[in-house]
């Protein structure tokens, strides 16, 4: 049964650059990557509008391994986690406040390489039948329309979401 946790972030996008992957003093890996997710509406006169925002995806230990084997600049992907804030000094020595979502599962979602692979389905054999099993129109997937006059609900539709051990 997949727990509600208020702060979960599910984000589909293109990775912006390669990851970078770096181990701590302690021996835990932890990779870092950007991903850009696009919108696109029309708006009530017609008109096309886009939004791209920019996001930077961090994650630990043994998904952070993959990721830095799997991904790379361009690879379209899902990914599930937290959004974390931290204090950094900069190289000025001026404090600023950046934001990051920690990651906790990743799904690749395009076709490049030797099929849809992602942490849950590590195994290709596996990740075939999930590719085999979803349209991805060639690997892209479309942007959803959302109409200008479309309040934000309160109520946040359930999703199920498969948890991984």
């Not at 997949?2 to 599910?10: A, E, F, G």
């Not at 992907?77 to 804030?85: A, C, L």
């Not at 979602?109 to 075939?128: C, I, K, W, Y």
């Amino acid at each position: 049964m997949p727990s509600r946790c208020l702060n979960k972030v599910m984000l589909i996008g293109n990775l912006t650059r390669d990851p970078e992957l770096r181990y701590t003093p302690a021996g835990m890996a932890v990779v870092s990557f950007g991903l850009a997710t696009n919108r696109v509406w029309i708006t009530k006169q017609g008109e096309k509008k886009e939004d791209a925002q920019f996001h930077r995806i961090v994650a630990w230990n043994k998904l952070a391994e993959l990721c830095s084997q799997l991904l790379a600049k361009g690879r379209r992907i899902y990914v599930e986690g937290r959004i974390q804030y931290r204090e950094i000094t900069d190289a000025a020595n001026v404090r600023k406040q950046v934001s990051e979502i920690v990651i906790e599962d990743m799904i690749i979602l395009d076709n490049r390489g030797v099929g849809m692979q992602s942490a849950t389905h590590p195994n290709p054999s596996e990740a075939n039948i999930a590719e085999e099993s979803m349209d991805l129109n060639n690997g892209a997937i479309e942007d959803i329309v959302i109409p200008d006059d479309i309040g934000m609900s309160e109520e946040t539709p359930e999703v199920p979401v498969e948890e991984t051990k």
